[in-house]
């Protein structure tokens, strides 16, 4: 099996001084960012010139050799630094070029710079997992060793690392490149994606199954409420306030946790049973376009479509995907993605192949042809039906003898 490369993320438990010299080393990238944007801005003003990535890290060995904090800096790092402005640069001129009109990347302040980043393990940092490879410490030249807490569920070779700090928190992005362990079987799946059931499986059997939505887990759903309820009642700008705002914080962050081992599971437990996945790519507009949908031809569970539930609903099914998509690759599964504007799965009988089209509302596939299913079942047929046929697969079972 091929290797894959893998990202996974660690919290950093620096002490007291470490965090000081992190901060130190965050304020440098951040100058060093915000001066190499001025350059490039100078340079196009004065010269009409457009400074390179490879201009610019000429000079930064020059800056080095004039400034001691810059040249205790990691040479590497300081370059991924530089890299990540020609990013923001290419993908300006990038939008522009099309017709659009970007905003000129900007000057960053220091509470709004997220990090930096490593090119190669053993320049400038250093990654030592733990025990039954949980945990473990991170060395950063500079710096010092620091614990870390995360978990990599496959060990592998480690390649980069970027730093980032959000709200106050450490976190290490290791990329690790592992071989692949993961079973697989032998049913092949299609999917659809819906509002009211997150996720329709058509099993090539003949069967449906669903995966249910990934709202909110035990208490959790009145626990924010009263937190978020709380917060509202307190004074603006007050230490209280922001002790709530906190508490708020920290139930919504358990929750997404929550729901992000849910998907874990779920797509887990899938790639193991199938050797083809079969589905349509979502696109954000669209699920919060259906969203909104059955908001407004209001039905049962309205209100618990509205919202923060929304959010939800439009993102939980992309992250899902994702996990299905690299999980597939990881054991070898095929993957199919069905082009649903030429298939146009929601609108296509899957026993006769017929197209008609279906307002949001209807709920319910009934074909001339006599097939009755529901409409989320139907889509997730089509879409495997279509996956078999360009893979040369013969349906099976039921599935065989109504197609
Ligand atoms: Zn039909």
């Known amino acids: 099996m091929e290797p ?216 959790m759903k009145a626990t ?23 508490r708020v914080a920290a139930i919504q962050r358990k929750t997404a946790n929550c729901r992000h081992d849910f998907l874990h599971q779920k797509s887990a437990k899938v790639v193991a049973s199938v050797d083809l996945i079969a589905t349509e790519l979502l696109s954000i507009k669209n699920m919060t376009r259906a969203a909104k949908g059955t908001i407004e031809s209001p039905g049962r569970n309205v209100a618990q479509k509205a919202g923060l539930n929304r959010e939800i609903l439009a993102t939980a099914p992309r992250a899902f995907l994702a996990m299905l998509e690299y999980k597939a690759a990881e054991a070898g599964v095929e993957f199919v993605e069905v082009p649903s504007r030429k298939v146009k799965p929601s609108q296509t009988c899957s026993g006769c192949g017929k197209q008609r089209k279906k307002a949001l509302s209807e709920r319910q596939h009934a074909c001339a042809c006599g097939l009755v299913l529901s409409r989320d079942q139907n889509a997730a047929r089509v879409n495997l039906l279509w996956a078999l046929a360009r893979t040369g697969r013969e349906p099976t079972g039921c599935l065989a003898q109504s197609a």
């Open 224 to 246: 924010l409420e009263s937190a978020q309820q709380n917060l509202a009642r307190k004074a603006k700008r007050s230490k209280n306030r922001a002790k709530a705002r906190k």
């Open 4 to 219: 894959v490369a893998r990202k996974v993320v660690y919290r950093l438990y620096p002490s007291h001084s470490q965090e000081t010299a992190l901060l130190d080393m965050l304020g440098l990238h951040q100058r060093l960012y915000n001066a190499a944007l001025e350059q490039r801005k100078t340079a196009w003003r004065l010269q009409h010139k457009s400074l390179s990535a490879y201009d610019q890290m000429r000079d930064l060995t020059d800056l080095r050799a004039d400034d001691e904090r810059y040249a205790a800096l990691n040479a590497q790092s300081a370059q991924v630094t530089l890299h990540r402005l020609h990013l923001a640069f290419a993908a300006f001129f990038r939008r522009c070029k099309k017709g659009e009109t970007p905003g000129f990347p900007r000057f960053r302040s220091f509470d709004r710079y997220s990090g930096w980043g490593y090119k190669h393990h053993g320049d400038g940092f250093r990654f030592v997992p733990g025990n039954g490879n949980r945990h473990g410490t991170l060395r950063l030249s500079g710096i010092g060793t620091i614990p870390v807490r995360g978990r990599a569920r496959t060990p592998g070779e480690v390649k980069t690392c970027e730093i980032a700090h959000k709200a106050g928190r450490w976190y290490a992005s290791l990329t690790i490149t592992c071989e692949p362990q993961r079973g697989s079987g032998t049913d092949a799946i299609g999917l659809d994606w819906g509002i009211e059931t997150f996720a329709t499986l058509a099993h090539e059997d003949g069967t449906y199954s669903s995966v249910e939505n990934p709202r909110f887990f035990g208490g």
